[in-house]
């Protein structure tokens, strides 16, 4: 797996980029740069995985069959994924998929939005006095759904800086909940939509009002909301 980054095509690695120009078969998520796809060698296998026609289980059993056939016939392939494989990008489940049929892999870390859409609209995620830590966390799932994994409460009585990803559909429910469980509703909060691109957008507002003003805004995924007082650290 290569890691993309969050959309500029200059912030893949050059190691990346390098392994890339390399391959024979590139397996491509939907947040890939165009622009790293244009330049891959003619003769490139290019598989785009956001295509593969079924439920998301279903598809990922059959991006992993895809990278360890590839491979088997003697194939350098490229799993290119957006920001980082590691930070909710399912690439710890296509490396088990590889190690179980022998296929050996090189993981190539990439910039993740988590860090860079904050940091593109001005907003670094720890500042000196301001915050000593950030948690990043997948709002993917409303926060009293069943099958959901973060403690909302917890992070709800962290003095730093909270990274939402993958939040915007569940992003009224979880703000009631932080607020609900002692986030104060002032507290400084941003959306950064298409971050690094042209079609970057920024939206700024608090957690109580956040929710509400993306929606009149016509904010849409894929976005990373910020939530703390860093929000506000370098205005002025």
């Known amino acids: ?22 391959a024979d078969v590139v397996v491509a998520d939907r947040l890939v740069p165009g622009l790293l796809l244009d330049e891959l060698r003619p003769d490139v296998e290019l598989v785009d995985a956001s295509k593969i026609p079924y439920g998301p289980s279903r ?86 759904a069943p099958a959901s994994l973060v403690r909302w ?26 607020i609900a469980h002692g986030r104060s509703p002032q507290t400084p909060a941003a959306v950064v939509q298409e971050a690094t691109t042209g079609t970057q957008r920024v939206l700024r507002s608090t957690l109580g009002e956040v929710a509400a003003d993306l929606l009149a805004a016509e904010l849409r995924p894929p976005a990373v909301v910020v939530v703390g007082d860093v929000v506000d650290a370098l205005d002025g």
């Open 153 to 178: 409460d917890a992070l709800a009585g962290l003095h730093g800086t909270l990274v939402i990803l993958m939040g915007l559909k569940n992003l009224a429910a979880i703000t009631a909940t932080l």
């Open 1 to 22: 797996p290569v890691g993309a980054g969050p959309g500029d095509p200059e912030l893949i690695t050059v190691k990346g980029w390098r392994l890339l120009t390399e």
């Open 59 to 144: 598809a990922q059993e059959e991006i992993n069959q895809i990278l360890v056939d590839r491979a088997l016939a003697g194939a350098f392939v490229v799993r290119l994924k957006g920001g980082d494989p590691y930070v909710f990008g399912r690439g710890g489940e296509e490396l088990l998929a590889c190690a179980a049929a022998g296929v050996p892999v090189t993981v190539v870390p990439g910039v993740t939005s988590s860090i860079a859409a904050p940091a593109a609209a001005g907003i670094p995620v720890t500042h000196r006095g301001v915050a000593h830590e950030f948690t990043v966390v997948s709002g993917h799932l409303a926060p009293d």
